[in-house]
């Protein structure tokens, strides 16, 4: 009996010793090594400074850059540390609600625009926090954003254009737009720009 739990007892530690320290430390390695950006989290840097994660997106409410999916994360959105999604279900009413208030917002700050909400601009996510949304998600708000910070509808197509994620392979999945990564690339080039010129519009 005593030998069984002696050996009962080493395999224990030779488990515990490579599967929670040996096995953690090699794929911690392997991703450092192979894959160092998504391993440290996907930072986005601007001018050496940290100012989000490309896999985590941001509250935008000014009208001059374009807005996230709505995120679900309660009490402050695209909590990363509290990663859910709504849990209402499609014949729940107060879902309807939810999506009826965020259309009725959205058509409010840009009655100019006649189509339909895009159906990523009024439901939130599983997971609460993601960063990206559909390429009708982006032009559907370029009017008010050209609108409210002065900037060429073309150039605004163009902007979203370039920050446009094609499908993985080119057929996997669908186009997809960052819109931190938008949204950085667009007061870089114009807000900055039209500050310094004394050019810009607040409202």
Not at 96 to 113: F, G, N, S, T, Y
Not at 127 to 141: C, F, K, R, T
Not at 163 to 188: D, M
């Amino acid at each position: 009996m005593i030998k069984d739990i002696k050996t009962a007892l080493l395999l224990f530690l030779v488990l515990a010793v490579m599967t929670g320290l040996i096995y953690p430390m090699a794929m911690t390695g392997i991703g450092q090594i192979v894959f160092p950006h998504q391993a440290n989290g996907s930072l986005i840097r601007q001018h050496g400074r940290v100012v989000g994660s490309s896999l985590i997106g941001q509250h935008f409410r000014e009208a001059r850059y374009f807005w996230s999916r709505p995120s679900a994360t309660s009490p402050v959105p695209y909590n990363g540390a509290g990663s859910s999604a709504s849990s209402l279900g499609p014949n729940n009413p107060v879902l309807a609600q939810h999506v009826a208030a965020r259309i009725k917002a959205l058509k409010a700050a840009d009655p100019a625009e006649k189509g339909p909400v895009p159906v990523d601009l009024a439901t939130s996510s599983a997971s609460g926090l993601d960063p990206d949304i559909s390429v009708a998600a982006a032009l559907y708000q370029i009017s008010r954003i050209a609108q409210a910070g002065g900037i060429n509808t073309v150039t605004l197509r163009h902007l979203v254009q370039q920050n446009t994620t094609q499908p993985l392979l080119g057929f996997i999945g669908e186009p997809v737009v960052n819109v931190v990564k938008l949204n950085l690339a667009l007061h870089e080039r114009y807000v900055t720009a039209q500050v310094a010129t004394g050019s810009l519009t607040t409202r």
